[in-house]
């Protein structure tokens, strides 16, 4: 698998990541190895979870197969803080304590002495940005954390702290941004992608492949081992499933007939190869899932067929 520099860093990662959110949930612990070796196999470098993902399972779950599957240094390991749970109710924080006692957490979890990349995962109104950024310098100038970055920040959100990062000395510098993108969300494209490209972060999409609908297998219904029928994500992808969504499904599917590739392929390698994107996250419920994904490797989309894409969805608005 091709290489990528994260933004304007040293650092290098694959130019697919693979997603672990649904790993110790949705993704039980036989399904996560056979990821992570089909992944590893391919060539692919980074690995991206999160101290949220399923209460802390997802990076238990990480560090019981590094060192086994593969050794740690064949992994860029990626992980966030800000999000957690209380209950049923989501909870951001971004506090210096809070985001530093995370992070050693999550160390433990991984069962690694430090991370690669270590991102605050949600912008959080109440706390002084300086505040929050001041947990990233102590992470990385205390050796917990290699790089720093940012996720779902808007554009002036992440100009910000990226121009503070900077103007600061001994601050470290923000080298990505984890954001959605896909050809049914392309909102980045207005403000956070010109940022992040004149700042230097390199983009990391999730959900690159419009929470599942971009493979098509909602044209027909919702399949019951689906996220979309699953309790913890009918919301998430329910909002995906309305008619202006479907029109660029269709547009998708036209492609991938005359290409004869399968619609994942055709928009997994449009979001790959935009401007500013280093590497879209691969969410991959199932190891035979993220194997077909791991096949656009070899998959370059014509320019008509790229431009025809970009005229069906640039209009497209999504109730986010």
Same mark, same amino acid.
């Given at each position: ?29 036989? @399904? ?26 997802? /990076? ?50 991984? =069962? ?17 940005? @300086? ?48 954001? /959605? ?13 010109? =940022? ?31 996220? =979309? ?35 994942? /392929? ?20 199932? =190891? ?8 656009? @490797? ?23």
């Amino acid at each position: 698998m091709q290489q990528r520099s994260l933004g304007s860093s040293g650092l290098t990662v694959s130019r697919l990541g693979l997603g672990t959110m649904t790993w110790g949930r949705d993704t039980d612990e036989h @399904e996560a190895r056979e990821q992570l070796i089909a992944f590893v196999e391919a060539g692919g470098t980074l690995v991206d979870t999160a101290a949220g993902y399923t209460d802390g399972d997802s /990076e238990r779950l990480i560090g019981s197969l590094l060192g086994d599957v593969c050794d740690r240094d064949d992994v860029v390991l990626a992980t966030k803080a800000g999000i957690s749970r209380r209950g049923r109710d989501r909870v951001t924080t971004a506090s210096r304590g809070h985001l530093i006692s995370t992070l050693d957490a999550s160390l433990k979890r991984l =069962a690694v002495d430090h991370v690669d990349l270590w991102q605050v995962h949600v912008w959080v109104d109440d706390v002084p940005l @300086e505040e929050t950024l001041s947990a990233l310098d102590y992470a990385v100038s205390t050796g917990r954390a290699s790089y720093a970055g940012i996720s779902n920040y808007s554009g002036w959100q992440s100009a910000q702290a990226a121009t503070w990062q900077r103007a600061v000395p001994g601050r470290a510098p923000l080298v990505s941004h984890q954001v /959605e993108y896909s050809l049914l969300n392309r909102a980045v494209e207005a403000e956070v992608i010109p =940022a992040a490209q004149a700042l230097g972060l390199g983009i990391l999409p999730w959900s690159p492949l419009g929470r599942g609908v971009l493979t098509g297998k909602y044209r027909g219904g919702t399949p019951a081992d689906s996220r =979309a029928a699953s309790p913890h994500f009918s919301g998430f992808v329910g909002r995906y499933l309305a008619d202006p969504s479907q029109r660029v499904v269709e547009a998708v599917a036209r492609a991938a007939d005359g290409l004869g590739w399968s619609l994942l /392929e055709v928009a997994l390698a449009w979001v790959r190869d935009r401007p500013g994107v280093t590497a879209p996250i691969l969410g991959a419920r199932t =190891a035979a899932q993220l194997r077909e994904s791991l096949g656009v @490797e070899a998959c370059e989309l014509p320019v008509e067929i790229v431009q025809a894409l970009e005229d069906v969805s640039a209009d497209l608005e999504v109730t986010p």
